[in-house]
């Protein structure tokens, strides 16, 4: 017997359970389905769209925003246009920080106050493998080996993948620098799902060694990874 697909609604349910593992609980989170119905953005957020953009890449946008809006909202704050800054990074309202990112078939975004978060970086991936022609751009040789070294490599590619795109939103809300994959080098704990990434060099205030902490999900046909800094922690 052939069992049911689940719903869109649950799968939609279990993606933002996965994520709220992941992330402490003052940071809210939200999940929205870029295939459902989506509210429309602010006019000044789809301002920040090529007017080439294709429908595509409009629905995840809304997606994203409203993600943001809901998450925002849960704070007990009002919503307010998220733009794009000069590197694309989002603009957040004074106050809050937050990470947005989306996939085909899932957008997610985390918001907490500046008070207590200096950065938070999400980051959803189709559950997909990464091409083995493509390590080399994204991982060092030790990270290689880790790969190579896993039961699913393409799986663990693309996993090294998006919890590279986590550290990296995470810090840049200090840094506001640009880096390759190169400046971070990941290590991760399979059984605890759990990764530490760790500064090659220094990105100002961060220093070569400095270590950010982040968790991972595999679920749904997503890979969900998620970094916090918090404004207690010891790093520069």
Same mark, same amino acid.
């Given at each position: 017997?052939?069992?049911?697909?689940?719903?869109? *609604?649950?799968?939609?349910?279990?993606?933002?359970?996965?994520?709220? *593992?992941?992330? =402490?609980?003052?940071? %809210?989170?939200?999940?929205?389905?870029?295939?459902?119905?989506?509210? $429309?953005?602010?006019?000044? $957020? !789809?301002?920040?769209?090529?007017?080439?953009?294709? $429908?595509?890449?409009?629905?995840?946008?809304?997606?994203?925003?409203?993600?943001?809006? *809901?998450?925002?909202?849960? &704070?007990?704050?009002?919503?307010?246009?998220?733009?794009?800054?000069?590197?694309?990074?989002?603009?957040?309202?004074?106050?809050?920080?937050? =990470?947005?990112?989306?996939?085909?078939?899932?957008?997610?975004?985390?918001?907490?106050?500046?008070?207590?978060?200096?950065?938070?970086?999400?980051?959803?991936?189709?559950?997909?493998?990464?091409?083995?022609?493509?390590?080399?751009?994204? %991982?060092?040789?030790?990270?290689?080996?880790?790969?190579?070294?896993?039961?699913?490599?393409? *799986?663990?590619?693309?996993?090294?993948? !998006?919890?590279?795109?986590?550290?990296?939103?995470?810090?840049?809300?200090? =840094?506001?620098?640009?880096?390759?994959?190169?400046? &971070?080098?990941?290590?991760?704990?399979?059984?605890?799902?759990?990764?530490?990434?760790?500064?090659? !060099?220094?990105? &100002?205030?961060?220093?070569?060694?400095?270590?950010?902490?982040?968790?991972? %999900?595999?679920?749904?046909?997503?890979?969900?990874?998620?970094? $916090?800094?918090?404004? !207690?922690? &010891?790093?520069?």
């Amino acid at each position: 017997m052939i069992a049911p697909r689940p719903a869109p *609604q649950d799968i939609s349910q279990q993606r933002q359970h996965a994520l709220r *593992q992941l992330l =402490s609980d003052p940071i %809210a989170i939200a999940t929205c389905d870029p295939h459902g119905d989506l509210p $429309e953005p602010f006019a000044e $957020e !789809s301002a920040c769209l090529s007017p080439n953009a294709v $429908e595509k890449r409009r629905r995840e946008f809304a997606a994203g925003r409203a993600s943001a809006h *809901q998450a925002m909202r849960a &704070l007990d704050q009002p919503c307010a246009p998220i733009l794009i800054g000069p590197k694309r990074a989002p603009l957040w309202p004074e106050g809050l920080t937050g =990470s947005i990112t989306h996939c085909a078939s899932c957008a997610m975004a985390a918001v907490g106050f500046t008070r207590d978060f200096t950065g938070i970086g999400v980051d959803v991936e189709e559950d997909t493998p990464l091409s083995r022609d493509l390590w080399d751009s994204i %991982a060092s040789p030790a990270e290689q080996t880790w790969i190579a070294a896993q039961p699913d490599p393409g *799986q663990a590619g693309k996993l090294l993948f !998006s919890a590279k795109e986590a550290a990296y939103k995470a810090q840049y809300s200090r =840094s506001e620098r640009f880096f390759g994959f190169s400046g &971070l080098e990941l290590v991760f704990d399979t059984n605890k799902g759990q990764f530490t990434a760790c500064f090659t !060099s220094d990105q &100002l205030p961060y220093r070569s060694g400095d270590l950010l902490r982040g968790r991972f %999900a595999i679920t749904t046909g997503v890979i969900i990874t998620a970094v $916090e800094i918090s404004t !207690s922690e &010891l790093c520069p």
